[in-house]
């Protein structure tokens, strides 16, 4: 797992939810240095001025700024700073407003309509490598990797197949998570621990980023783009 | 559309145009309006110009052929002695030599008649004095009575200059006998109906065609009238004369002022055409001063007039000139017209008027001058295409190609009659086999040569008219059905009409389609298809019907589509104003800020809601039961009260089972969620409560709900507006709602039904 995080920073608009968020971040790990920008260009400056590749630490990253969608530096992100958790803050939970993001590389969400304790409470989760999957998510999930279950196969070398098509057991726990069973529940249905489906969702994750980004550059080689 | 405008500046389109609307639209019989607009029709006025033709023809050729005929032709010899310039060698007379001098004629048994040089001329016109006219008339009649004994004694000199005669039985003319001039006069008469009359038939509403055939007709009275007596072989009766004369005079007149009429009214329209009533006026004076000898010399009677028409032709082309000079496509109209006129009759005027009404002799035979007229006719035809005079597309060239078809087969057949003496009826036969096996399908391989037809596919046309029914506003709509019927029939005329027909139908023959209004998009009329070369065929009927077809079909996907998104739009705006607006007016009279913030929270799961709603408007249970019970764990989180949610069997069972198959609507599940939310807010708000059971069960037509939770239970009073909220939720799905006694906190029931009432 990650190191704990040394710094955070936070890409936010709205000045009340960027004050809370720092907020959060400090009663989630005491002592972090956080840094805050109000739009993609400040975050952008930072990333490439500031941080290291290797350097652990946690973007909190709205997804519509004045300037741009978030999910354009989640993917900057993803790309080169893998020492960098990057989670989508948001409202909704809904599956039309994060998928993307969650393609793009983020490792986690967080609603913002929350009140500070509880702010504090998921991102120690996500830290913790427990990412949030609403029934939502996990149905738009199931969706991508049954539609595209052989997106590596094709003239791209894709590092295995395993890594952007799902086990069995990983269908078992979205499917469950997508009828409405919480990570506990699901985890007494398959007879697994808490623990271990909680990895599954991390792992999950991880799958649909590289299953997208497959799927993005087999998109690009049919458009003659590589 | 730059059709339209060329429209206007040639003819008179106007008048045409409103002409129709009050046809169409007055308030006549169905059946006498189409009866009304079967006599429009160009192919119909075609068959009767093609009848004044026949007429034409029979005529002329009756009073030839019909003259007795000895088979000499006469000529002017040395001191005004007549000679034989020619003996047909078949003929009556055949044993006389050319070059014989001829003294004079007789009937068998009666007086000698000496011959004159004036007895020959073609053309009494050109007999200055009165006296000399009627002398030379007087003479005729003598000369036609000896020709119309049963035998005629020719007395002539022999070759030594001995005096002899000669017994002659007159025979009947044949026709190959006619002399040239006569067949130019012959057919520039028919030549010039046949060409005014078929631009009249296309046209025969307005102005400049009427005057165009009026010339065409007083062309052929002339022409024929001089073709019969200028090719008599010697004499004519001078009744008969004396009528074909005038009536060449007359035509000749009528000529002058038709093309008057036309350059007063064509390219543009310089005069009322009630003024023109001045024209035929001057005619009958004119005419009247001849025929009562008001002038002294009959050259002037006859020239002047002409003359000074052709002035008036010209003075009125020159005006047109100036009148079209900001207008080219009208400019170069009149060139063309002007100048064929101009040049036809001027040349005429010069070479055989000018030189009489001077003294002289023409310069050449009235007969082939005559020719020059042709070339006018001849002229205008070549120019309808290219400058598109009186306004006539190509298409109208198969309306003379259909009246030419028709001529020429009768013309075939009389010439096979008389030439070969056959029975009529295998007559005709050749004649159609002519016409069925030459000249019909040479026309159609020349009609087809000149046509390239394009054809749309179907998917294409298809395409087509989803784009036309989808485009985004009716202005658009209208312009890509326009574009589309363009480029389908590329008619020359697309107008909007007044009074549209429930179907497509063909009108004029095929050059016209009346089009039924499709959604906004009103009635059109497609005129001249094809840039006017061809008419409408059934198959073009059948394409437009498909057409109007297809267009309702796209027509109603689009509002059914529009509807769609109207009703989604009211939906989110109610449920916005009903759910959301009420919640934030909540909160803005609350006084604590926590309550605030709790309200705030609510109205975001409102919106939440709201928008995922717009994915789909029908849900399976099972998901609708899942979102709500991650939200409520989620919502119950850190609040201190635990929720204990069993699973139903549905829930963790076999996909397709229980809830999974149950598919709910927008209304259904949109209350049912707010109504639970509700439930669970009042639960965290008000009852203290440390533990909050869910129990659903859905069996095939019931959903039931259970909530409890080990609160303070309900108080009177206490919570009185959400509770009536929650009421009108439930009975707005057509549900129920209980409040069981329960010996702690508060248990609500609520069940709804699945199935839609029975209508």
């Known amino acids: 797992m990650n190191p704990r995080p040394e710094l955070c920073f936070i890409v936010e608009d709205l000045a009340p939810a960027r004050a809370s968020l720092m907020a959060a971040a400090e009663a989630a790990f005491p002592g972090i240095e956080v840094r805050a ?80 304790d509880r702010l504090a409470l998921y991102l120690r989760r996500i830290e913790a490598g427990e990412p949030p999957l609403s029934p939502s998510i996990a149905r738009r999930m199931l969706g991508h990797f049954r539609a595209a279950p052989s997106a590596p196969a094709g003239p791209l070398p894709v590092d295995g197949t395993p890594e952007a098509s799902l086990t069995r057991r990983e269908t078992d726990v979205l499917q469950l998570i997508g009828r409405g069973l919480r990570v506990g529940e699901a985890a007494d249905v398959l007879g697994l621990t808490e623990h271990t489906v909680a990895g599954y969702v991390k792992t999950i994750y991880r799958k649909l980023h590289v299953s997208s980004r497959a799927e993005a550059a087999l998109e690009a080689a049919r458009r003659g783009l590589v | 559309m730059k059709s339209l405008s060329q429209e206007a500046r040639q003819g008179e389109p106007a008048a045409s145009f409103t002409e129709t609307t009050v046809s169409v639209t007055a308030t006549v019989p169905a059946g006498e309006a189409a009866a009304a607009s079967q006599a429009r029709e160009p192919a119909t006025l075609m068959l009767w110009v093609v009848a004044l033709c026949i007429v034409a023809v029979v005529g002329t050729m009756w009073s030839v052929l019909g003259q007795p005929w000895l088979g000499l032709r006469f000529g002017a010899g040395d001191h005004g002695r007549v000679l034989i310039a020619a003996v047909e060698a078949d003929g009556p007379a055949a044993g006389l030599t050319r070059g014989t001098i001829v003294i004079g004629l007789a009937a068998e048994g009666r007086g000698m008649v000496a011959l004159e040089a004036q007895d020959l001329t073609p053309e009494p016109d050109f007999i200055s004095d009165y006296a000399e006219l009627d002398r030379f008339m007087a003479r005729q009649g003598a000369l036609s009575q000896i020709l119309a004994a049963p035998r005629v004694v020719l007395h002539y000199l022999d070759g030594g200059g001995a005096r002899q005669q000669l017994s002659i039985q007159p025979g009947e003319r044949p026709l190959l006998d006619l002399p040239i001039d006569f067949w130019v006069q012959f057919f520039t008469g028919i030549g010039g109906l046949l060409i005014s009359g078929w631009v009249w038939s296309i046209r025969p509403r307005d102005w400049p065609p009427r005057f165009f055939i009026v010339s065409g007709v007083a062309m052929v009275m002339s022409a024929h009238a001089a073709a019969i007596y200028s090719s008599r072989e010697l004499a004519l009766d001078p009744i008969l004369f004396q009528w074909l004369s005038a009536a060449n005079f007359l035509g000749a007149m009528g000529f002058g002022a038709a093309a008057i009429a036309l350059f007063l009214r064509y390219p543009m329209p310089l005069v009322a055409p009630r003024y023109l009533v001045w024209l035929p006026v001057a005619v009958a004076i004119s005419f009247a001063a001849d025929r009562l000898r008001l002038f002294d010399s009959q050259n002037v009677a006859r020239y002047l007039p002409t003359a000074s ?288 913030r709790k309200i705030l929270r609510e109205a975001i799961v409102d919106i939440r809601s709201i928008a995922g709603a717009l994915a789909g408007d029908r849900l399976p249970l099972s998901t609708v039961i899942a979102d709500l019970r991650h939200e409520t764990f989620q919502r119950l989180e850190g609040t201190g009260i635990a929720l204990h949610w069993p699973l139903g069997a549905e829930m963790v069972g076999a996909e397709g089972a229980g809830a999974e198959a149950i598919m709910v609507d927008y209304s259904l599940y949109h209350h049912f969620v707010s109504a639970m939310r509700e439930i669970v807010s009042n639960a965290i708000r008000h009852a203290g409560a440390s533990r909050l059971v869910v129990r659903l069960n859905a069996d095939g037509d019931l959903l039931t709900a259970e909530v409890s939770d080990d609160g303070r239970g309900l108080q009177g009073g206490e919570g009185g507006n959400g509770l009536r909220n929650l009421r009108d939720r439930i009975a707005a799905i057509r549900g129920s709602i209980a409040f069981p006694p329960v010996p702690q906190g508060t248990m609500v029931r609520i069940a709804i039904p699945l199935r839609p009432a029975a209508a």
């Open chain 1, 37 to 116: 920008f109000e739009d993609l260009a400040g975050a952008r400056a930072f990333v490439a001025a500031g941080l290291g590749p290797q350097q652990p630490a946690l973007g909190l990253i709205d997804l519509g700024l004045p300037d741009g969608s978030g999910v354009d530096l989640i993917r900057l992100l993803a790309a080169g700073y893998p020492g960098t958790m990057a989670v989508v803050t948001t409202i909704f939970d809904d599956d039309g407003h994060l998928f993307e993001a969650l393609g793009a590389g983020a490792q986690g969400y967080l609603l913002k309509d929350v009140d500070l």
């Open chain 2, 309 to 596: 028409e052709m002035v008036l032709i010209i003075l009125a082309v020159g005006v047109q000139w100036y009148a079209t000079r900001r207008d080219a496509a009208a400019r170069a109209a009149l060139n063309w017209l002007g100048l064929t006129i101009s040049v036809g009759a001027g040349c005429y005027i010069l070479i055989i008027g000018a030189p009489l009404l001077v003294g002289g002799e023409p310069y050449m035979s009235q007969g082939y001058a005559f020719g020059f007229f042709l070339l006018i006719y001849i002229g205008v035809a070549l120019g309808l295409r290219r400058y598109r005079l009186f306004a006539i597309g190509e298409w109208s060239f198969r309306v003379l190609f259909y009246g030419g078809a028709i001529l020429l087969m009768l013309l075939l057949d009389a010439a096979l009659l008389y030439l070969l003496h056959l029975e009529p009826e295998p007559s005709l036969g050749l004649a159609l086999i002519f016409v069925g096996f030459l000249y019909l399908p040479l026309r159609d391989a020349l009609w087809r040569r000149t046509i390239a037809r394009r054809r749309m596919a179907e998917p294409e046309l298809f395409r087509a008219v989803i784009e036309v029914a989808f485009g985004a506003s009716a202005a658009e709509r209208g312009q890509r059905w326009h574009a589309l019927l363009q480029r389908l029939f590329d008619p020359l005329e697309l107008a909007p009409l007044g009074v549209p027909p429930r179907m497509a139908q063909l009108r004029g023959d095929g050059t016209e389609l009346h089009l039924p209004p499709s959604g906004d998009l009103g009635g059109l009329v497609l005129r001249y298809p094809f840039g006017g070369r061809e008419l409408f065929s059934l198959q073009h009927l059948g394409l437009a019907r498909q057409l109007g077809l297809l267009m309702q079909h796209a027509e109603a996907s689009r509002s059914a589509y529009e509807r769609g998104v109207a009703e989604e739009r009211r939906r989110i705006s109610r449920d916005l104003h009903d759910d959301v607006g009420a919640r934030l007016l909540t909160g803005l009279h609350k006084g604590d800020i926590a309550d605030t």
